[in-house]
């Protein structure tokens, strides 16, 4: 069955360490989005992508970087200019054009600093 | 720029009471509008969805009726079940159909007590 692969499920990170989030999908989406999920704050934008070799900020991109090297891959790394870095992340992808808006989730990683 | 305002955080119904969980949106554009359901462990996943004034969602005996008038999306249930259970996003893509333009709201979440 065709969907999103995110890795790990559990992450734990020291201050000052960066870390790399993985996401895959097999879904044959253009469009890949990763999401912060924080409670009671809804999902907001970090970074997306509408094809390979391109990417734009979303509306909380400080701290974090990323790469659209494959259709298939768009991995997150959080730095350690992150401010406020615990939270979950969420990986997920679209077609373009008609239907754009309707989004596939990864389970999310759940990233906590010590 | 866009807003999706969800009031109530939590909600608590006992099994087979009647459910409504309240979604009003701001926005300058003619959005669509959506529902995201998450299930514990995993990521969200699009529940319902209507693109236009007067257009009804409808999934799993959950419906939600686009109203302009009032700039609302409710969701709401005849009879709740345990199944049910679950964080409720509300969520609004403008006009472009793209992604990058959806707003979610703070989410709900839903717990339907046996």
């Known amino acids: 069955d065709g969907g999103i692969t995110q890795s790990p499920k559990y992450l734990f990170r020291k201050e000052g360490q960066n870390v790399t989030l993985s996401c895959e999908q097999n879904l044959n989406h253009d469009a890949m989005y990763w999401y912060r999920q924080d409670p009671g704050q809804g999902l907001r934008l970090i970074y997306y992508?509408?094809?390979?070799?391109?990417?734009q900020k979303g509306d909380i991109a400080e701290g974090y970087s990323v790469s659209r090297e494959k259709k298939e891959s768009f991995p997150l790394t959080v730095t350690s200019a992150q401010k406020n870095p615990t939270a979950f992340y969420l990986c997920a992808s679209s077609i373009t054009g008609v239907g754009a808006n309707v989004l596939t989730f990864g389970a999310g990683s759940r990233l906590t600093v010590l | 720029g866009d807003s999706v305002v969800q009031t109530e955080g939590q909600v608590l119904p006992s099994e087979g009471d009647s459910l409504i969980v309240n979604c009003s949106y701001e926005t300058t554009q003619y959005p669509s509008l959506f529902w995201y359901v998450q299930y514990p462990g995993e990521g969200p996943q699009l529940h319902l969805k209507a693109m236009k004034a007067n257009d009804k969602g409808r999934n799993k005996g959950f419906e939600a009726m686009y109203r302009k008038e009032t700039t609302s999306f409710h969701l709401e249930k005849d009879s709740v079940q345990e199944s049910d259970s679950a964080v409720y996003f509300c969520a609004l893509s403008g006009s472009s159909g793209s992604a990058r333009q959806l707003t979610f709201g703070s989410g709900t979440q839903l717990t339907v007590l046996p």
């Open positions: 992508s509408q094809i390979v070799n391109d990417f």
